[in-house]
């Protein structure tokens, strides 16, 4: 069975792009992969700087991805600091990384670019702790979105780089990105959808502001009894994501039609998130309700996970010199 590795950011309300870029594909892969899944939430802190809403965020992540169907009994689900493996090993990999290689890495370029006043050293060497996360499990596949593809290649170079210095030690790991969703457009219709730009579908968001955000999608002046192209329109794009070949059809045929407006649209993927979450929201209300299962879980996913950081950084001791065997 394939190794998987993944992980997501405590580090705000999960959205469209994170379920369909990630968090679906992880627990659509827990019964044929050996799974390790966990939350980032030493990522987060190079944003969150309330400890209670960390807290809070890393707990309803982890609700969220039980409610959506992840199995304890088969993934190794964990919270990142529960292993501090993760912070040891990323301080080695940091030796062996080249500065021009991080100067290089888009989040950090990004945040600069959008005025990110005074960036932090660990929001430059984000990319080593992601590195750091990767290869103490030695995943054969990560399965990420398009936009951590670079945190990918960094973790292949700096395996490359750890492995020639010392002795091989990393298996080079592969990212797995979906094709279809591995970019899912945010309501203005230009951009991914990111929290970062305000453009997000908080699937498990209350009605009222579920429908606030979809109604919010940005969409062309085209008059209501006019024809419409639903391959021009976020809408239809992300409705689209969802639906079945048929349903596609039957909506991008009332979009040509004429007589169908844009607010009509919303309606229907409306109705169609809801559908396709209201079984996982159910769920979610009683897990919520049960805290203290989340946190057994997460702590007897730590322990798990754990065993095998361990066993990398006895070999990454071995292999530095950081022990007297
Ligand atoms: P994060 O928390 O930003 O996002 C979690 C996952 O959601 C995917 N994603 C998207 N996919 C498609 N379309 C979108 N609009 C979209 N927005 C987000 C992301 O690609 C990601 O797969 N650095 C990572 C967390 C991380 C990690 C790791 C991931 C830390 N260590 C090790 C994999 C392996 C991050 O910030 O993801």
Redesign the pocket.
Known sequence: MKRI????????T??????????KNHIAMQDTHECFI?I?DL??LTTVRDPEKLRKMTREIAIDYLALGLDPEKVTFFR?SDVPEHSELAWILSTVTPFGLLERAH?YKDAVAKGMKEPTVGLFT??V???A??LLYKPDI????????Q??EI?RDLAEKFNSTYQETFPMPEPH??ED??????TDGE?????SYGNVIEFFADEKTLKKQVMSITTDSTPLEEPKDPDTCAVYKIYSYFATEEEKKSLADKYRAGGFGYGDAKKVLLEKIMEHFGPFRQKRIELAENLEYIDTVLQSGAEKARTVALKTMAEVRNHTGLNFQ
């Open positions: 590795l993944s992980g997501i950011q405590s580090s705000g999960p959205h469209l792009g994170n379920y369909l870029g990630a968090m966990f980032a990522h987060a990142q989040a984000y990319p702790l992601m590195a996360d990767i990560v399965p990420v979105g398009k936009d951590q593809k945190h990918i973790t990105i979906p969703v591995g970019y899912v457009i945010g951009h991914k959808m990111s929290k």
